[in-house]
């Protein structure tokens, strides 16, 4: 992608750094995936205000850190409002859902079995 930074490994990247490897589009949820190992993923998302992502449920535990931003998480219908520098780990098989209050940024880290 032009213009876009690039993560290199074994260099150092500051958290304050981290938001600009992945940019806010209009109407729309960007991602960008870091890595995708057997292991695990660890994703960065871009979501315009407003956006969401429906209920869903995810095969393995997973946790979020808003870099940037407002979002709504609930969790087997609880819900809990972040802003950036806070995480929520959602745990698997529990239905969860996602929604920009204000746009955000996240990065997702999903550990798999």
């Given at each position: 992608?032009?213009?876009m930074k690039q993560m290199k490994a074994g260099k150092v990247e500051g958290a304050a750094n981290m938001g600009g490897l992945v940019e806010y589009q209009k109407g729309a949820i960007v991602s960008r995936t870091l890595i995708d190992e057997d292991v695990g993923t660890i994703t960065l998302f871009?979501?315009?205000e407003g956006q969401k992502l429906s209920e869903h449920t995810a095969p393995f535990d997973a946790m979020v850190y808003i870099i940037d931003g407002e979002a709504e998480i609930s969790i087997e219908k609880?819900?809990?409002r972040l802003k950036a520098g806070d995480m929520i780990i959602m745990p698997a098989n529990k239905p969860h859902a996602l929604r920009a209050i204000k746009m955000y940024k996240m990065l997702l880290i999903m550990i798999r079995e």
């Open positions: 992608m032009e213009g871009a979501f315009d609880k819900q809990s």
